[in-house]
């Protein structure tokens, strides 16, 4: 059971918009922590993909696109290609436990029909 | 350009130890906050361990008491030492660098991982 929720799955058409949604509680994104992405290809490492809810690395896309609000946060992705087929997570801090704790969401598997 | 490469991982009976190595190149990792991410096969991600800067250490509930962070300065490498291994401790192990100022920084970069399979 993850600390941060988002749901297992989305799919969309080439060109379409999609958008991940990643919730979590008043211990994390809610108490005004940063919410971060990352985009991870079948077999490959992770790779940041927003930073700071809604920065993009150098060589993302502008399709991509994040946003934060209350304890949710939601990765949007527009005019969708084939090779955005991959694994998206998000990730915070939590403040709940005594020592530092990063957490991450379950995962969501972005299928382009 | 930044670079982080995993070694030390293989198949090791419930009970054994293992130490993975993470050799950078690119930066200094004494001077970055280096964590291990793991993900266990068809699973999320799940935050490991951190050794900061300064040299202090943390650790999840999970794994705390039995793996131990550690760095060579000398080498640039990260290491993470883990003893009574579990079943549940089969994962693909990655270290990555923290950026941001902040308690709530990102990751970035990763290395390539390295697959620790605990089994009899």
């Known amino acids: 059971q993850s600390v941060l929720t988002q749901p297992p799955s989305v799919s969309g058409a080439p060109g379409q918009r999609v958008t991940i949604s990643c919730t979590g509680s008043?211990?994390?994104?809610?108490?005004?922590?940063?919410v971060h992405w990352y985009q991870q290809l079948p077999g490959t490492a992770p790779k940041l993909l927003i930073y700071?809810?809604?920065n993009r690395p150098s060589g993302v896309p502008d399709r991509f696109s994040g946003s934060k609000s209350g304890t949710s946060a939601s990765l949007a992705i527009t005019g969708l290609q084939a090779e955005d087929e991959a694994d998206y997570y998000c990730?915070?801090?939590?403040?709940?436990?005594?020592?530092?704790?990063?957490?991450f969401g379950g995962g969501t598997k972005l299928t382009v029909l | 350009e930044v670079q982080l490469v995993e070694t030390g991982g293989g198949l090791i009976q419930p009970g054994g130890s293992l130490r993975l190595s993470c050799a950078a190149s690119?930066?200094?990792?004494?001077?970055?906050?280096m964590s291990w991410v793991r993900q266990a096969p068809g699973k999320g991600l799940e935050w490991v361990s951190v050794?900061?800067?300064?040299?202090?250490?943390y650790y999840a509930d999970s794994v705390k008491g039995r793996f131990t962070i550690s760095r060579d300065n000398s080498k640039n490498t990260l290491y993470l030492q883990m003893n009574s291994l579990r079943a549940e401790d089969t994962a693909v192990y990655y270290c990555?660098?923290?950026?941001?100022?902040?308690?709530?920084?990102?990751?970035?970069?990763w290395g390539q991982g390295t697959l620790v399979t605990v089994s009899s």
């Open positions: 008043s211990s994390n994104i809610g108490a005004g922590y940063d």
């Open positions: 700071g809810n809604s």
């Open positions: 690119g930066f200094t990792v004494s001077s970055n906050y």
């Open positions: 990555a660098s923290r950026g941001g100022g902040g308690p709530d920084g990102w990751f970035d970069p």
């Open positions: 050794i900061y800067s300064g040299g202090s250490t």
């Open positions: 990730q915070s801090y939590d403040s709940s436990l005594s020592g530092p704790n990063w957490v």
